[in-house]
C-alpha cells in the first residue's frame, strides 16, 4: 500500500511518493520508494532518470535496476525509454517462467526520463508500459491523487506548480488513505539546471504551507459564492483579512525553511527555488538495493 504519482511538463518532470511499506496484520516500517538513478552521458545530452514503485519491493528494486543498466549506453532519448521498456517486459517474461503460476510480482511503476531537450514520463502496471503526457498515480492512494488531480491540474502549471500539488496529494493521502504515511518523497527531472530529490527541510515547508492555506482557501470558497445580500462590505473585508493571512503563512514558511538551513552543517549557498546549491554535489545517486515497498 502507498501512493505514487508523476507530473509532466514542458521544463520537467516531477515523481513522487510517500515512505510507508505496510505488510497487512502484520507490520509498517519506512522505506525510500523514489530513486534518482545516476547520469550518463548519451551521444547528444546527459540522460537522467527517477523511479518511484508500489507493490513488492525486491522485485521493483530489481526491476527498476536492469531497467536503468538497458538504458545505458543508448544513443538518445529515444533509444533509452525504448530499452527501458523492452527490459521491463524481459524481465516478466524471464521471472514468469520461474515463478509458480499466479504468483508473479505484478508491481506499479511510475517513472522519468530526461535530457536538456526534452522529457518523458512513464506508468508500467506490470509489463504493460505507457507513456503518460501529463500525468498518472499508483498504488492504494491513486483515487486520492486522481481525484485532486483532477481539480486542480492544469496544462498550464510550471515545474515548480507541480511539486506543490505533488506535496498537497502527498499530504492528503497520507492523511485519509489507509496505508499511506511517512515523508513525503518528491523528485525533479529539469530540462535545464540540476535534477534530484528536493531537500527534506523544502518538502515539509511546502507541505505545512499547503496544510495552512488548505484551510483558509475553504472559508474563502465559503466567502466567495455567497450569491445573496450577505454579499457586502463585511464580506470583502474577511476575503482581505484571508489573504492577509495567507501572506503571513507563507513568510512564516520561508522563514521555517531559511531556519532549517542555518542549522545545516554544510549548506548550500546561491540556493535556486528548489533549493540546489552550490554545494549538491550528491544529487545523482543510484538506487539502493530492498528499499522499496516490501512484499504483500
Not at 48 to 53: D, E, Q
Not at 132 to 149: I, K, N, P, Q, R
Not at 198 to 212: C, E, F, H, Q
Amino acid at each position: 500500500m502507498t501512493i505514487i504519482a508523476g507530473f509532466r511538463c514542458f521544463d520537467g518532470v516531477v515523481i513522487c511518493a510517500d515512505t510507508q511499506a505496510t505488510v497487512p496484520g502484520l507490520s509498517k516500517k519506512h522505506v525510500s520508494k523514489v530513486h534518482v538513478e545516476p547520469f550518463f552521458r548519451t551521444d547528444e545530452d546527459e540522460l537522467v532518470a527517477a523511479f518511484c514503485g508500489a507493490g513488492d519491493g525486491p522485485f521493483i528494486d530489481m526491476l527498476t535496476r536492469k531497467a536503468w543498466a538497458a538504458a545505458s549506453g543508448e544513443r538518445d532519448i529515444d533509444a533509452a525509454c525504448d530499452a527501458i521498456e523492452q527490459r521491463i517486459k524481459d524481465v516478466y517474461k524471464e521471472y514468469g517462467a520461474i515463478y509458480q503460476p499466479g504468483a508473479l510480482p505484478q508491481v506499479e511503476l511510475i517513472y522519468g526520463v530526461k535530457t536538456e531537450a526534452d522529457n518523458r514520463l512513464y506508468h508500467a502496471s506490470g509489463p504493460i508500459v505507457n507513456i503518460v503526457e501529463e500525468h498518472c498515480s499508483g498504488g492504494a492512494g491513486y483515487y486520492m491523487a486522481d481525484f485532486l488531480t483532477a481539480r486542480m491540474h492544469s496544462r498550464s502549471l510550471s515545474l515548480h506548480q507541480l511539486v506543490i500539488l505533488a506535496a498537497y496529494i502527498l499530504f492528503q493521502a497520507k492523511e485519509h488513505v489507509d496505508g499511506c504515511g511517512g515523508e513525503s518523497h518528491i523528485a525533479i527531472l529539469r530540462n535545464s539546471g540540476k535534477s534530484g530529490l528536493l531537500d527534506p527541510n523544502r518538502v515539509l515547508a511546502i507541505t505545512g504551507l499547503v496544510d495552512s492555506v488548505d484551510h483558509q482557501l475553504g472559508q474563502l470558497l465559503l466567502e466567495a459564492s455567497v450569491l445573496t445580500d450577505e454579499w457586502n462590505t463585511d464580506s470583502q473585508k474577511r476575503i482581505g483579512h484571508l489573504n492577509s493571512t495567507i501572506n503571513f503563512l507563507r513568510q512564516r514558511a520561508q522563514d521555517n525553511l531559511a531556519s532549517a538551513k542555518a542549522l545545516q552543517i554544510m549548506p548550500t549557498i546561491n540556493d535556486d527555488e528548489y533549493g540546489f546549491g552550490d554545494y549538491d554535489s550528491e544529487l545523482f545517486m543510484p538506487s539502493d538495493p530492498q528499499t522499496s515497498e516490501d512484499p504483500q
